[in-house]
């Protein structure tokens, strides 16, 4: 079925003649539905701790020899966030005739990149905004945001886009993530290690913003910033597949790969030399005067994390001792299934030797801290108790594509859900000798997702490997918190940039 070329494409990428046969082969049987137990609830797998004890575990745990690093995925383009606006652009009427449309106009002084419009504006007509607008010439404007020959909004990263005013002048997310990392993310030595997944054409146009930008707050919070950043591996591209699960072939013959979606990350994720790893999205970020409830449950986050941590590491160290009491197994028990979240109904038929290499296997892996918010309608992933491929019962985040919504019961839990995940998560990634884990040896390969797509007029298949929070961390301890509705502010159009939070 490979031809010498197509071998040829394949290792320039990385990528071996078995991989492509697994996700050909994923293309013809599909992925399973996951088996659920319930949706995860304040009480039933999320907790609402108190906060005091966490918050000064975690700042005692600042002040040790750990590496933190803030890890910001950052590649994604802003095209999706402008959608509205390229319709109006490409569509019949040359005046705003939608609600959206209609917003964006009426507020259109209130957006952190006016002045930069504006003067875009003045380059490309020689009038100016009012002026436009006030003859009628709305797609004008919309074309000197969106274009190439305007401010290119449309086709730049959403981390460099100026999102929130201050009297100093506008921040993009890249400054709105950096201000963050000085205000959480900071260890004893004062150093700030910020890292963002980027793609290869806007690398440079990030690193030119870090080369103009980070002195500032560097003085601003008299800390230091160790700043840096990485791609997507093409060895992470999947192959596209044809409607009879055979390789799609551009018209030159050649095989044709997709980036494999954010669960490609885990590799970039996998290469950080760090203890702890804070995520969070890009556009998920508020002004100044707002931070101080983002930073309070990123604290308790990280000090709900280390304490677990701390107690997994001793029961390991006790357990690797072999001197411990029977008592002190049925504690440890405990800790996994009511702490960690991870059950097993036959526990009690484990011989004594196969219970502790069982207690072994589960507390020796990376850990993560998720917030969840409640459930306001927002699209995202939810929080499920879910049955794992050793007959465990742990926390899963799911995505509705995971789950039978032909089931009635599993669309029940789905949409009856109480809290949805944001992208909110602090991660412990080395082991209780200080050794990083492989965390590529913890994603679940089952746990991918086929979508539809068309190429010159071709259908075809496309193949999403695990998601990074979902798939991607299956098989590590997971522990969900509750944290503030306030906490999650994304930017997904433009026109969310008018909310209050944001302005």
Request: charged share 25%.
């Amino acid at each position: 079925m490979l031809t010498p070329q197509d071998k040829e494409q394949l290792a320039k990428k990385g990528i071996s003649e078995a991989q492509i046969a697994d996700q050909l082969a994923s293309f013809e049987k599909g992925f399973p539905y996951l088996k659920l137990e319930a949706a995860a609830s304040i009480g039933k797998g999320i907790i609402a701790p108190e906060q005091a004890d966490y918050l000064a575990a975690w700042e005692a745990y600042k002040k040790g020899d750990a590496t933190i690093v803030k890890f910001v995925p950052a590649s994604g383009a802003a095209s999706r966030m402008f959608k509205n606006l390229f319709e109006f652009l490409g569509g019949a009427s040359d005046v705003p005739a939608t609600d959206f449309e209609k917003k964006f106009f009426d507020n259109i002084t209130r957006f952190a990149f006016y002045d930069d419009l504006n003067a875009a504006c003045l380059k490309n007509t020689g009038k100016d905004i009012k002026a436009l607008v006030d003859e009628g010439a709305y797609k004008s404007v919309v074309a000197a945001l969106l274009e190439s020959a305007g401010l290119n909004y449309g086709q730049l990263p959403k981390g460099l886009l100026k999102f929130h005013n201050y009297t100093d002048g506008p921040r993009t997310p890249l400054e709105e993530h950096l201000v963050e990392g000085a205000l959480y993310a900071s260890g004893k030595t004062g150093q700030v290690n910020v890292h963002f997944t980027v793609s290869p054409e806007h690398r440079a146009l990030f690193e030119a913003l870090v080369a103009e930008k980070a002195a500032k707050y560097a003085a601003k919070y008299d800390i230091s910033y160790n700043i840096s950043f990485s791609e997507q591996k093409p060895s992470t591209d999947t192959v596209a597949a044809d409607m009879e699960n055979k390789p799609f072939r551009n018209e030159d013959g050649s095989l044709l790969f997709r980036p494999g979606g954010h669960g490609a990350l885990i590799e970039n994720l996998n290469d950080l030399d760090a203890d702890i790893v804070f995520i969070k999205n890009i556009d998920n970020v508020v002004p100044d005067r707002l931070k101080d409830e983002t930073v309070t449950y990123k604290n308790l986050l990280a000090g709900v994390l280390v304490t677990l941590q701390k107690q997994a590491f001793d029961y390991l160290r006790m357990l690797d001792s072999g001197k411990y009491t029977q008592e002190q197994v049925e504690e440890i028990i405990r800790f996994v299934q009511q702490q960690l979240l991870c059950r097993k109904a036959d526990i009690k038929e484990l011989e004594d030797a196969d219970l502790v290499l069982y207690l072994k296997r589960k507390l020796n892996r990376p850990m993560r801290v998720c917030g969840m918010v409640k459930n306001v309608g927002e699209p995202g992933g939810g929080p499920f108790l879910a049955y794992n491929q050793d007959g465990t019962v742990s926390l899963q985040i799911l995505e509705s594509s995971q789950i039978d919504m032909n089931d009635p019961e599993k669309k029940a839990m789905f949409e009856q859900g109480t809290h949805f995940n944001p992208v909110d998560l602090v991660c412990a990634v080395k082991n209780y000798k200080g050794e990083k884990f492989d965390l590529t040896r913890y994603v679940d390969k089952a746990t991918g997702f086929i979508s539809y797509k068309s190429k010159s007029g071709r259908e075809l298949k496309a193949l999403e490997l695990p998601g990074l929070w979902n798939g991607a961390m299956s098989d590590w301890n997971t522990i969900f918190v509750e944290v503030s509705l306030g906490t999650f502010n994304p930017v997904k159009t433009v026109n969310d940039l008018l909310r209050e939070q944001h302005q």
